[in-house]
């Protein structure tokens, strides 16, 4: 049997369009749903939505727009966390802008590409998987880990990113948020700043699905054999600080800080700025780039 990659929820009133969705991703071993407005998308996210992995939502569409869709999805907690890639004319920043704010952080252009259509899927589903995952990992690990006021840790792998992200995050009063983006924070640690992975060059090998293969050679070459993370944690009385420190060159956060209109239709590059928005309070770069701080203000009632 061909391998299953996902169930992918397409909505858009263009026949055509949705044919085309259909058969690409059908191709590539996703199972497609097809609605042809805004409000038949929602019966079927009601119908299907623990199966469902992405939403392919077009912007303009009867009954129901896209905008719309994409709001009543962030405001149900059963399926506020499915990815929404929606699709936008190429010169449409402002519907990016908006719909940034709505929550939509995958986009892809009309006309579609099917390459570049496979990749962003590919990446919504992979994301969304792995999140899935990381936050099953941390309820196993909070029991007691409240408790602790300061601690510090060392790493160099990807996978020993993974369950450092799971086990600190459990330190936190809302660790589901705070899993995602960590678990961002320490893989860039490793991969751009260790092992010196630029935006440019991630991309294309995403693109090529050789990134893994390619951290897990530099990882083991004698330049970057010897490079780790650091890892610091404090809990005051009114804040819980995390400062992420590597070993690389450094690089100008600033860009990465907020979601860009001009990258979202990249198959990476939402890392930083995830973490900025929604798993954070604070982050502060410091040291050339080399190292983050991370803060979350303590409420009473989590004091």
């Avoid at 294309?204 to 944690?233: C, F, K, M, N, P």
Wanted: proline residues 4%; charged residues 30%.
């Amino acid at each position: 049997m061909p391998e299953y990659n996902g169930t992918v929820l397409a909505v858009d009133d263009d026949p055509v369009i949705l044919k085309l969705l259909e058969t690409a991703l059908t191709k590539n071993n996703y199972e497609v749903l097809l609605a042809r407005d805004g409000m038949a998308g929602w019966e079927l996210l009601d119908e299907h939505d623990s199966v469902i992995d992405a939403v392919l939502l077009d912007r303009r569409m009867p009954r129901l727009d896209g905008l719309e869709l994409l709001r009543r999805i962030k405001d149900d907690p059963a399926k506020q966390r499915i990815p929404v890639i929606m699709e936008t004319a190429a010169r449409a920043r402002h519907e990016i802008v908006e719909g940034i704010d709505a929550g939509a952080y995958y986009y892809i252009t009309k006309p579609f590409h099917v390459d570049i259509l496979l990749s962003i899927v590919e990446t919504a589903v992979r994301d969304y998987r792995y999140q899935s995952m990381l936050r099953t990992e941390v309820d196993r690990n909070r029991q007691m880990l409240g408790l602790v006021s300061g601690a510090t840790f060392e790493f160099r792998t990807l996978e020993q990113a993974q369950d450092l992200a799971v086990f600190i995050a459990a330190f936190y009063p809302e660790p589901d948020n705070v899993v995602l983006g960590l678990s961002e924070l320490l893989v860039n640690a490793v991969e751009h700043g260790n092992l010196g992975i630029g935006y440019e060059r991630k991309t294309e090998l995403t693109r090529q699905g050789r990134w893994r293969e390619e951290i897990e050679s530099l990882l083991h070459d004698s330049d970057h054999a010897d490079r780790t993370v650091r890892v610091s944690y404090e809990r005051t009385a009114t804040e819980l600080r995390l400062i992420i420190r590597d070993e690389g060159e450094g690089f100008d956060p600033a860009p990465y800080m907020q979601l860009d209109p001009d990258r979202v239709t990249d198959n990476h590059g939402r890392g930083i700025a995830m973490a900025n928005m929604v798993s954070f309070d604070a982050i502060e770069y410091r040291a050339g780039g080399t190292e983050v701080c991370c803060t979350v203000r303590l409420r009473e009632s989590a004091s």
